[in-house]
Nanobody
Framework: QVRLVESGGGLVQPGGSLRLSCVAS????????IAWFRQAPRKEREGVSC????????YYADSVKGRFTISRDSAKNTVYLQMSSLKPEDTATYYC?????????????????????WGQGTQVTVSS
């Protein structure tokens, strides 16, 4: 059974850090581009970051660039999202997704419908 399971979310103060994990079962993450998306209440789903399967190139939304780092541990079949200098506007449910997106996805990381497999999400709340 193909599954993606996110973990690592929680409540953190502004300026704090969290590391999200996305663990795959039933398939190998290395064959897909893995992306993180987030969605806050009453807002559209937003692309956050991705790492490609071809050469582990990484991409970031402007809103998180310099603060978030995506990485892959093939031995653990896991992708991480290290989040630092967190802001209240980072509050959202974070989802990981696996797929083989077209080149256009990488221009703005928005096309979530190009991803095949999704996790159930993990909540991140940044508040004092």
């Amino acid at each position: 059974q193909v599954r993606l399971v996110e973990s690592g979310g929680g409540l953190v103060q502004p300026g704090g850090s969290l590391r999200l994990s996305c663990v795959a079962s039933g398939f190998t993450l290395d064959v897909y581009t893995i992306a993180w998306f987030r969605q806050a209440p009453r807002k559209e789903r937003e692309g956050v970051s991705c790492i490609t399967n071809s050469d582990d190139s990484t991409y970031y939304a402007d809103s998180v660039k310099g603060r978030f780092t995506i990485s892959r541990d093939s031995a653990k079949n896991t992708v991480y999202l290290q989040m630092s200098s967190l802001k209240p506007e980072d509050t959202a449910t974070y989802y990981c997704a696996a797929g083989s997106p077209s080149r256009s996805y990488f221009t703005d990381l928005r096309d979530w419908d190009e991803f095949t497999y999704w996790g159930q999400g993990t909540q991140v709340t940044v508040s004092s």
